[in-house]
């Protein structure tokens, strides 16, 4: 059975390549996602119901994985199999950190991963990734996305000279968030995460309506306000059909510099609560770490700045959670017809 999936290996399709010789038994399980946090655990299950059976000789599993992709006809962004969203009710919240860090961390696993920078009012992503003047290069018909520790990135902050500014109007936004979506060579890729710009308004709205997401991530601190905010978010995407895939709890608590310990600070809601009351998984909680602010004033991801840090185990953690996530709603989908 699949811990998450709830179902059992063979009717999801996952046993491949199966071949018995003289009692020695091998096969494939191929995965839904590289980033799968059970795949070890899968596999000793397997191993466990295999060798229970009488006859059996040597065993051997092979692991691989393939991300499966929802098909939708108008699809702007074809080669990619899972558009992730992450959102939050108000800016600071640490949204775009957590972005940088799950993509980096999905990359780890070997998954192909791009970063779309949708936060139009206040694109972060190219000097947080330390190439604030990096610019995009383009075929006759499409703008190369620029590459960076093992992600493929976008972001209007590429495309606008320093200092210009854009006094937006909605339709404007709609257009760039589109242009962002259908104009980039992303190519093949297993998960795009786009970092949207806070709170409710016209970002949002569009990719919902103009890409095929698998879900929104919802970002909240431990600040009842920021909760309460959040709640909004997670109306506006449920009225758009996209699921809520989790709540991410950022700056939760402070991890000591000398011993890494950490010490809640902050008495509102947790995520955890967050994720209770609006009925969705908990993917995790980033404490407020020094090694976070100074990695992204530094232009590196603090998973690889600082990988060891609590940060950057949880970063990892809930990379893996997302991912489980993203495969169940796949399935779950395939399985209803939607
Ligand atoms: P948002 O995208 O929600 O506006 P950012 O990701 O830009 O927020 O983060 C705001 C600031 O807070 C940045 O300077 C970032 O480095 C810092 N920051 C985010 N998360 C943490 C954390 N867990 N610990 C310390 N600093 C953090």
Redesign the pocket.
Known sequence: MDPDLRRDIVSLGFVKNLVLENGNVSLTIELTTPACPVRDELQSLAKEAIRAMPGVGEINIEMTAQVRKREEPGDLIPGVKHAIAIA?GK???????VTINLAVALAETGARVGLMDADVYGP?IPMMMGIPDERPLTTSSKILPIERYGLKMMSLGFLLEEGQAVLWRGPMVAGTVKQLLADVDWGELDYLLVDLP?GTGDAPMSLAQLAPLTGVVIVTTPHHVAANIAGKSVHLFRRLNSPIMGVVE??AGFACPNCGEVTRIFAGMTGEELAVKIGVPFLGS?????M??KA?EEGVPSILAYPDRP?AVEFRAMAGRLAAQASIIAMSRATVGV
Do not use: A, R, Y
Request: no cysteine; hydrophobic share 25%; charged share 10%.
């Open positions: 939050s800016g600071g919240v640490g949204k775009s950190t972060s806070p950022n700056m980033v404490p407020l770490d020094p976070v602010s992204s940060q």
